[in-house]
């Protein structure tokens, strides 16, 4: 399978630890995308890298949330001292020009 | 002001009905738009980009007004397996960031 996969698919974690999901994009694109969705509502913009450099950052994106995409391949995405608000699915996409975003399954974190 | 906005229906049609959803953006230097499915509990799926002339891909047509600054979407003879949440996404020229509408869910009965 050649497409975006994300790992893990499910996480759930007590308030105050911290999590980190993985995402590797389709191999020959570069521009890479995270976003959180939570129900009934379209996925939110969190970041977005351009081969290894990270270009662009939401608002919506505390101190608490840190990306890396070492080598412009993987990206990995920590959340620090988790908090219930974070409950959401975490979408992962890949992209190469201007062309539409290709998403993994998501990781589907739950803060108790 | 949200970035897209569409009607989140539900729009509850039988099987072999025609279907519009139309959504509409506030920015207007957006240049990319494109249409998503996106199933229960399930990622986006790229369904269409979305072009200044129109396009078709079989039973779907979208088309683009960028002087009023909306997009639809049309959905001819309508199956079960249309079933899902339908997502209008722009993408403005001078970001890099695609912005997602909250949807709009389609229930085809048989």
């Known amino acids: 399978d050649t497409g975006v996969s994300q790992d893990p698919r499910h996480k759930i974690t007590k308030r105050g630890q911290n999590v980190t999901f993985r995402c590797d994009p389709i191999?020959?694109?570069?521009?890479l995308y995270w976003y959180r969705q939570t129900l009934g509502q379209g996925p939110e913009f969190l970041t977005y890298?351009?081969?290894?450099?990270?270009?662009?950052k939401s608002r919506l994106l505390s101190d608490r949330f840190s990306a890396e995409r070492p080598k412009g391949s993987f990206s990995t995405l920590e959340i620090q001292r988790t908090e219930q608000g974070d409950s959401a699915m975490y979408l992962c996409?890949?992209?190469?020009?201007?062309?539409?975003?290709?998403f993994g399954p998501g990781t589907r974190l739950t803060v108790l | 002001r949200k970035e897209v906005e569409q009607d989140p229906g539900p729009f509850n049609v039988p099987e072999g009905a025609t279907v519009a959803f139309n959504c509409t953006y506030s920015n207007s230097a957006s240049q990319s738009f494109f249409w998503y499915r996106q199933d229960c509990r399930k990622e986006p799926k790229l369904l269409m980009s979305v072009y200044s002339s129109g396009n078709e891909d079989g039973r779907f047509t979208a088309q683009l007004n960028r002087a009023s600054q909306y997009i639809s979407l049309l959905i001819r003879d309508s199956k079960l397996s249309d079933s899902a949440t339908y997502l209008c996404?722009?993408?403005?020229?001078?970001?890099?960031?695609?912005?997602f509408g909250s949807g709009t869910k389609l229930n085809v009965k048989p």
């Open positions: 996404v722009v993408k403005p020229g001078n970001f890099n960031k695609f912005y």
């Open positions: 191999s020959e694109h570069n521009r």
């Open positions: 890298f351009q081969n290894e450099a990270q270009l662009e």
């Open positions: 996409a890949s992209s190469l020009g201007a062309g539409g975003a290709f």
